[in-house]
């Protein structure tokens, strides 16, 4: 991470964030916790996550321009979350990350960031 100034740059960019939410989303959709949450034509997720992830580590601000204020906790008010789904997708992403050729401190960075608002989305027991 030294030599970058934002995670953005340092997972490769937008090349890096589309490879991580390509490998990510398979596996959301093979899980059964997760897969119930999610349509079945899941492409315009994945377009949004990518969009959404590269605002949310210092890259350009695709999810805003678009879409507005991200409001993440209240978009996904409509969803059961629970405690152990928040721990499922943070599973599902760190098997992502995995998959990808990023050094395994830059890896549990990206956790370490997305842990917060995964458990900030939960709104069930």
Same mark, same amino acid.
């Given at each position: 991470?030294?030599?970058?100034?934002?995670? =953005?740059?340092?997972?490769? +960019?937008?090349?890096?964030?589309? !490879?991580?939410?390509?490998? #990510?989303?398979?596996?959301?959709?093979?899980?059964?916790?997760?897969?119930?949450?999610?349509?079945?034509?899941?492409?315009?997720?994945?377009?949004?996550?990518?969009?959404?992830?590269?605002?949310?580590?210092?890259?350009?601000?695709? =999810?805003?321009?678009?879409? +507005?204020?991200?409001?993440?906790? !209240?978009?996904?008010?409509? #969803?059961?979350?629970?405690?152990?789904?928040?721990?499922?997708?943070?599973?599902?992403?760190?098997?992502?990350?995995?998959?990808?050729?990023?050094?395994?401190?830059?890896?549990?960075?990206?956790?370490?960031?997305?842990?917060?608002?995964?458990?900030?989305?939960?709104?069930?027991?």
């Amino acid at each position: 991470m030294n030599n970058y100034s934002t995670i =953005y740059e340092a997972v490769g +960019g937008a090349k890096g964030i589309e !490879g991580i939410v390509q490998a #990510f989303y398979p596996k959301v959709q093979q899980h059964p916790l997760l897969a119930p949450l999610f349509p079945a034509d899941i492409i315009p997720v994945m377009e949004k996550q990518t969009k959404f992830l590269t605002q949310f580590f210092g890259g350009p601000s695709l =999810y805003s321009d678009e879409y +507005g204020h991200p409001m993440m906790r !209240g978009r996904h008010l409509p #969803f059961p979350i629970t405690p152990e789904r928040a721990e499922a997708w943070l599973g599902c992403m760190r098997e992502a990350l995995r998959e990808t050729d990023l050094p395994e401190a830059l890896q549990e960075l990206v956790i370490d960031r997305l842990s917060g608002p995964a458990h900030h989305f939960v709104n069930q027991p």
